[in-house]
């Protein structure tokens, strides 16, 4: 008898749990959001999948904005879509990175002919 009441008391107070509706507020913004909101380019590495098989082979999925597009484009990047512009950019990182890697290797045999490396000061060197 007590639990009845006590049944009929929530029910009153917090109406019938079968009418009621649940609303869920999404609340936290992602980081690409509030980069976006900010007029702030953004990206970031999503996934890294390797071949088990082969793992030199393996591939990235990267999300941007478009505020990160324009400044590629700003900076002389090209390309007919978003995707192409972003394809250049990852490919020429991924460049530096193996020509900064080879030259720093024991197995390096010396200067090579088809790179040249030019110190611009401040510590930074042009790869062309």
Do not use: H
Not at 32 to 52: G, R
Not at 110 to 116: D, E, I, L, M, Y
């Amino acid at each position: 008898m007590a639990n009845e009441t006590w049944n009929k008391i929530k029910k009153a107070v917090l109406g019938d749990p079968k009418s009621v509706k649940k609303k869920t507020v999404k609340t936290t913004k992602s980081p690409k959001e509030i980069a976006t909101e900010n007029k702030e380019p953004y990206i970031e590495v999503l996934t890294l999948d390797i071949d088990a098989q082969n793992p030199v082979q393996g591939a990235f999925e990267l999300e941007w904005n478009d505020y990160f597009v324009k400044e590629l484009r700003a900076k002389g990047f090209q390309g007919a879509t978003d995707e192409d512009v972003i394809d250049v950019w990852f490919q020429q990182i991924c460049r530096n990175i193996a020509i900064n890697e080879w030259e720093n290797t024991p197995d390096n045999p010396g200067p090579s002919t088809f790179v040249t490396k030019t110190d611009i000061g401040d510590g930074k060197s042009e790869i062309s």
